[in-house]
């Protein structure tokens, strides 16, 4: 098992140690952590599609029908979460004077998606258990921005709130455009 492997797991329990080695952003490290950077976003996105999942939506499917739906949706929602939300976090972040790549900004946010492996277990039992494992993501991620720029936890969750803010405003933006043209072709 790779040591980043392991770092996936311990993120669980000892977060300061696998948040203070994502400082080493060299290529090499960066290199030797991308496989487990990529499960982490695509367990991200299962538990996504999950959380949007109505109960009911897997009813009329057969067990292939489902093992392709949690392949597709958790790869479509992980994919866009990862690159959406980690590019926003990633340009807020040295605006609030941190430093380091966008890659390692993302991947503290992939680290952060550990407790969603979770998610089908929480979404089986009592699906709004997903909440509790979005809000330790969530914590994880404003920990590991903070241990990672070695900044107050308020700093770090300023940076969230922030990134959130501007990712509302381009979809405000975007729906008004897109609300415009609609109007335009009537």
Known sequence: MSAWLRRAVLVLRRPREVFEALRDDSDESAGERQDVVVVLAFVGGVAGSFATAGRGAWDDLDLLDKLIWILVSGFVYGFVGYWVLGSAISFVVPRL???????????VLAFALAPLVFALLAWLLFSPLLIALGVWSLGLLVFGLGVVQRWPATRAGLAVVLAAVWLAALAVVALSVLALLGRGFE
Do not use: L, M, V
Request: no cysteine; net charge positive.
């Open 97 to 107: 004077g941190g430093t380091g790549s966008r890659r390692r900004t993302r991947h």
